[in-house]
């Protein structure tokens, strides 16, 4: 495997098997490091309305020198703009702060904000439907969803003409999401992991010091190995050049089914994902 590599979403449309994330980078950090991401041959990149540095993932897009269709780029719905009107409108402004003719991957990015909470069902599926119509406009080409469950995939899939291809949620030794992680199986939603290092945390937990020291490797390239071979897409990210680079380097070994397990048992060690309908934003 590289980072050139692809998993096939169920629309036919490839992805690369490690994205590059961009949560909590400022404008210019972004710029910079997804032009490090892009040069250490990454080729997914990550981003969101939400983030507030769209423009400086489109300005690195256009300095790398690569051409657009080379690139594999998300980007999300914020949880402010729900609704038919509210996400056309979103997608317009993406496509225009990205600086692109299209989006690779378009996620609504939670399922149930709090702007929306009494009526998140009937705001997803007319958000979907503006989704669903900038693809037939060759806007967009695969949609997907980030942080739902189950419960909110099955209420989408009661309007939607086009299936969720993925669901971006947290994903790390120390909440693997099982029930949602089996939905996105058993309906071939590739999963994808934000946040796959534990937003830091997972670098306290000795048994992952004592594993990376076993293979010769970092924490992070152990824990993003681990992602890999559990089948998630993983979304590194960082604001310095030598870890950027470093966690592009994990397909030169594997972990073994014993270690694996190991790595599995963490379950709380570093935090968990917050539950979709009783958070505050």
């Known amino acids: 495997m590289s980072l050139t590599d692809t ?41 969101a309305a939400a983030y507030r540095n769209e423009a400086g993932v489109g300005r690195a897009l256009k300095k790398s020198g690569l051409k657009r269709e080379e690139i594999f780029v998300t980007t999300k719905l914020s949880n402010k703009e729900h609704g038919y009107e509210e996400a056309k409108q979103a997608i317009e402004d993406s496509l225009s702060k ?4 299209y989006i690779d991957l378009y996620l ?33 080409r695969a949609l997907g969803v980030s942080n739902f469950h189950g419960h ?12 969720p291809t993925l669901n971006q949620i947290l994903l790390n030794p120390s909440d693997m999401q099982p029930e949602v992680v089996q939905y996105n199986k058993d309906h071939g939603i590739v999963s994808e992991a ?19 020291a076993k293979y010769d490797k970092s924490i992070a390239q152990l824990v993003l190995r681990w992602s890999l071979q559990h089948g998630f897409l993983p979304l590194p990210k960082s604001v310095h050049e030598e870890r950027v680079r470093e966690n592009a380097d994990i397909f030169d070994f594997e972990i073994s089914e014993e270690d694996m397990k190991q790595i599995d048992a963490l379950k709380g060690r570093a935090g968990e994902a917050a539950d979709p309908d009783q958070t505050q934003f």
């Open 194 to 212: 934000y946040s796959p290092l534990g937003t830091g945390k997972i670098f306290e937990v000795e048994e992952l010091k004592e594993l990376a």
């Open 98 to 101: 990205l600086d692109c003719e």
């Open 152 to 163: 909110h995939l099955d209420a989408l899939a009661e309007t939607a003409k086009i299936e």
């Open 108 to 140: 609504i990015h939670w399922p149930n904000p709090i702007k929306y909470r009494d009526n998140w069902k009937e705001a997803n599926a007319e958000s979907w439907r503006a989704m669903e119509e900038a693809v037939e406009a060759g806007k967009i």
């Open 7 to 47: 998993y096939k979403l169920k629309n036919g449309v490839e992805i690369p098997v490690v994205g590059f994330g961009t949560w909590q980078s400022s404008e210019e950090d972004a710029e910079q490091s997804v032009l490090w991401a892009l040069d250490a041959g990454y080729r997914h990149i990550d981003t």
